[in-house]
């Protein structure tokens, strides 16, 4: 049975989530990293590496992300780098044309509240113009393999708001009833207890290539609401927008029964001790055959490559427990179980 989205007319099968975070140096618990000069990794990703204070955010090292001020808050915070923080956390968002567009000007800095144990899934990619409408929308041809009209989505060019002008040449969808028809589309292909979440990093200290690799892997176990901006005034927006982050809970545990973290930081420890340790076959790579699911911070992740991400995380899980011990019987239990639940789902 195909999985209901807010629009009832919208289908899309059950899919399974991938989600990027920054590299941490304490295990993504919702603090500022205990060394922030020495986690070099967490650069890659431009909004941390074009504004990241290392000063500042040793001034802070090893609190919480909630006992920061808003103005010296790292901009990791907004990267998802707290998504096992096992209390809830909160954090103002900014729009991103409301300091220097006087048509956005009256959206005001929103709280948006993270549970604890969440992920602050955000799927750029759905809200790219010409992925949601084809590359010749501006030419008033219909792509059937567009968003869209692949899922029936009631999302169109003609929703996009006239003013102003300079928005027609941006890339991203501006239009709120656009925005929420392909928002409640992507997390509604997601259901709660079936759908698993895939958490992956670009860069860590472990390996220095252009690999990524799957750090841990749980079921989503809820999803937040849809959120509208705060508007200043806040009767009679002249433009209308929605944050396009909605909280995803779940259930990734270090050492948990219902899903598993990979021993990233005790591994780079051992690599720290003795540098004739090679970490490869310890660590789950995102196939580069199907980087594309795991693109734009969030996105969807079919059943088939759920299969070949389990299997990885597996292999490397595998290695580890034969190369330094540890109990690993509980993961490696689970991973099989929902294997064969994804098999079983596909069919013959």
């Not at 176990?221 to 927008?241: F, M, V």
């Amino acid at each position: 049975m195909l999985p209901l989205t807010g629009n009832s007319a919208v289908r899309i099968p059950l899919q399974h989530l991938s989600v990027r975070v920054p590299w941490h140096d304490a295990g993504w618990d919702g603090t500022v990293c205990r060394s922030p000069r020495q986690n070099a990794s967490c650069l890659v990703l431009n909004r941390i590496g074009a504004t990241k204070n290392d000063a500042l955010e040793e001034q802070y090292a090893g609190k919480s992300l909630s006992e920061v001020p808003e103005e010296a808050a790292p901009p990791c915070f907004s990267e998802r780098v707290n998504f096992l923080s096992a209390k809830p956390q909160r954090r103002l968002a900014r729009h991103a044309y409301a300091k220097t567009s006087e048509h956005h000007k009256h959206i005001a800095a929103t709280q948006f509240t993270h549970p604890a144990f969440s992920v602050g899934a955000t799927p750029f990619g759905w809200l790219l113009k010409d992925r949601a409408w084809g590359d010749e929308w501006r030419k008033g041809k219909i792509d059937s393999k567009a968003l869209a009209e692949r899922y029936g989505i009631d999302s169109r060019p003609e929703y996009e708001p006239d003013e102003p002008n300079w928005l027609n040449d941006r890339p991203w969808i501006q239009g709120h009833a656009n925005q929420k028809a392909l928002l409640d589309a992507f997390f509604g292909a997601l259901q709660p207890k079936r759908s698993l979440v895939f958490v992956y990093s670009k860069r860590t200290p472990l390996i220095d290539d252009d690999q990524w690799m799957i750090v841990g892997v749980g079921r989503v176990t809820s999803i937040g609401e849809l959120q509208e901006w705060d508007y200043s005034p806040p009767k009679n927006p002249p433009i209308r927008s929605y944050l396009w982050e909605r909280s995803v809970s779940h259930s990734i545990r270090a050492g948990g029964v219902d899903g598993l973290l990979l021993p990233y930081h005790d591994l780079l420890e051992r690599c720290e001790k003795d540098p004739d340790v090679d970490p490869s076959d310890c660590i789950a790579f995102v196939p580069d055959e199907f980087r594309n699911e795991f693109s734009y911070a969030s996105e969807h992740v079919s059943a088939g490559n759920a299969i070949a991400a389990l299997l990885a995380v597996k292999e490397a899980l595998t290695a580890y427990s034969e190369r330094f011990g540890g109990d690993w019987k509980p993961g490696l239990k689970w991973i099989d179980q929902r294997l064969g639940e994804l098999w079983s789902l596909r069919g013959p």
